[in-house]
């Protein structure tokens, strides 16, 4: 089974300890490297539960996280090439670009071009810290030149073509740029696939609010009644009033603190896929402004990716265009496209 010791004993022997087993965990003499790099003692016992005598390498243990984080500094990757098994058709994508529709605008084809594109199909691992910690892993595609997701596209190329090694990897700006267009969809997913979590999370804040709403209630009542009886001094009610209602903003603000919730994603494995597509150049018209968006079709899935909002980021299958400059906005964005809107990608 897949324990934290027995990842701990894996990663350390993979990097040159000698790693001996021992009734309640694991004897490991580490290289000079992990006890410079890490602070890991030159000899120690392991365990998974806090021992005297032994380090403690149990969940959510410092030594523990300080190996995961060395462990996943390097992102295992792959760059391949999509070889079809039938050749791309440009009368797919054509038919493909005439459902397309803007919400606000018109536009006439202007170019279909046949050609090679990349995709990043990344796997991202999250970690939701609330009050307590939820992890997982989520898996997008996104398309270089457009910046949107490709869904399915793993699945779909591995079915229409075969894949060998690419000749010239991608590095820097490009790889970059796809990596990010790629966490901050992690992230989107993240949520979608935590929502039980923190639809949980948010009940039991609310439920801490009401308790704490009533707890201080009480207290309010019991001093009215007490100054009623004239158990209390004008004054001394006065002071008492005070202090309930510090009291509770220091309570109030406790909680909305605890009520944030943390969310990293970060890059687990990706690859890197050259594959054909059509790149489509649409003559769009606005009122009197025009301007040419560029859309991609995806022969593996046999889809056509939308442009990204020129706005949030994100992906905007159905765009709407902005009076002045005809920038690409979502429908989350502008959920109402017609008459005139301020644009969220302004200043214009
Ligand atoms: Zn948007
Ligand atoms: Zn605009």
């Known amino acids: 089974m897949n324990t934290p010791q027995s990842f701990v004993e894996a990663w350390c022997a993979h990097q040159g300890a000698v790693v001996e087993p021992w009734a309640e965990g694991v004897e490991i003499l580490q290289p000079t490297e992990l006890i410079t790099a890490l602070g890991l003692p030159e000899h120690a016992r392991y365990s998974e539960q806090p021992a ?14 300080r190996i995961l984080q060395a462990a996943t500094r390097e992102v295992p990757w792959a760059a391949l090439v999509l070889e079809p098994y039938a050749a791309p058709r440009e009368a797919m994508a054509r038919k493909a670009a005439e459902r397309f529709s803007l919400r606000n605008a018109v536009y006439t084809l202007e170019e279909v071009r046949v050609e090679a594109a990349a995709r990043l199909v990344a796997s991202a691992r999250y970690s ?6 939820r992890d997982g892993l989520v898996e997008e595609t996104v398309s270089l ?8 596209f ?6 229409s073509g075969s894949l060998h090694p ?7 700006e490009e790889l970059a740029e796809a990596v990010r267009a790629a966490l901050m969809r992690g992230e989107a997913l993240a949520r979608i696939q935590a929502r039980g979590y923190l639809e949980g999370f948010a009940r039991r804040q609310e439920r801490d609010l009401r308790r704490v709403e009533e707890y201080f209630q009480g207290l309010r009542a019991e001093l009215n009644k007490r100054s009623l009886r004239a158990k209390v001094t004008p004054e001394d009610r006065a002071l008492k009033a005070a202090a309930i209602d510090r009291e509770r903003a220091a309570k109030l603000q406790e909680l909305s603190e605890r009520g944030q919730v943390r969310l990293a994603v970060a890059l687990a494995a990706a690859v890197w896929v050259e594959a054909p597509v059509a790149g489509l150049a649409l003559r769009t018209r606005r009122r009197k402004a025009e ?11 046999q889809h056509l990716l939308g442009p990204a909002c020129e706005a949030c980021g994100l992906d905007a299958p159905l765009p709407a ?3 002045e400059r005809l920038h690409v906005i979502c429908a989350r964005c502008v959920p109402r ?6 644009c969220p990608a302004g200043p214009h």
């Not at 005297?52 to 996280?65: D, M, Q, T």
């Not at 939701?128 to 910690?133: E, Q, V």
């Not at 496209?337 to 301020?342: F, H, I, K």
């Open 154 to 159: 793993w699945e779909a190329a591995r079915a």
């Open 166 to 172: 690419a000749a010239a990897p991608p590095a820097g």
């Open 337 to 342: 496209a017609e008459g005139r809107w301020e």
């Open 52 to 65: 005297p005598g032994s380090v403690w390498v149990g969940y959510g243990s410092p030594v523990l996280e």
């Open 145 to 152: 030149s457009q910046r949107v997701s490709v869904p399915g």
């Open 128 to 133: 939701l810290l609330a009050d307590d910690r």
């Open 291 to 301: 301007r040419t968006v560029r859309l991609e079709y995806d022969f593996a899935t």
């Open 321 to 323: 265009l902005c009076d």
